[in-house]
């Protein structure tokens, strides 16, 4: 298609949209269709062979994208899901997806291929959509699964949020991501 716009349909050449719900992104997109359980395996497992494929063509980084209103991020989002299963409601369950992805990348990447996980750390002033706690709490469970670095991005998850373009963006937000230093207490002789 000519002049920038997006294949919004099939027939346009564009393809068949998947959510955690039936949220589109703005009026006039496509209606996702909601996956099943099937279906979330279904991502995960394909998450995990493009991954695999990575490693053997010799990539040395594997990144997790949770962020910028892709799957990973809608699913976190309670403004893009309405699920009450086990990947609905409470953060727990939200977070759970992601948190399921990175365990089984962990498991199946070699133990010197880092894993990235990209997630939204911006405060919009649009209510919970990606609020900068959820960011950090879900940055918390990350790092006990293996995760060997979060990477704080920006991106927007509903139409018409501006995320200020500045040389810093993000650094303001890194030092909740920073692990403390486990400060051992000198032994005494």
């Not at 959509?129 to 998850?157: C, M, N, W």
Request: aromatic residues 6%; proline residues 8%.
């Amino acid at each position: 298609m000519e002049g920038g716009a997006s294949l919004r349909t099939v027939e346009q050449g564009g393809w068949s949209v998947v959510g955690p719900s039936s949220i589109p992104f703005d009026e006039g997109n496509p209606l996702p269709r909601p996956l099943d359980e099937a279906g979330i395996k279904e991502v995960v497992s394909g998450i995990c062979r493009r991954r695999r494929r990575a490693i053997r063509a010799e990539f040395k980084v594997v990144e997790l994208h949770s962020a910028h209103g892709y799957l990973l991020h809608e699913f976190l989002s309670p403004l893009k899901q309405s699920r009450s299963d086990r990947y609905g409601g409470s953060l727990e369950n939200r977070m759970r997806l992601t948190l399921e992805i990175a365990a089984e990348l962990r498991r199946v990447l070699p133990d010197d291929a880092p894993l990235f996980v990209r997630i939204f750390c911006q405060r919009t002033g649009r209510g919970p959509a990606g609020t900068f706690e959820q960011s950090v709490a879900l940055a918390k469970k990350l790092r006990p699964l293996g995760v060997d670095l979060i990477d704080a991005s920006s991106g927007a998850l509903l139409p018409g949020v501006r995320i200020p373009v500045e040389r810093i963006l993000s650094v303001p937000f890194a030092p909740q991501f920073v692990r403390k230093p486990k400060i051992i207490p000198a032994q005494s002789v």
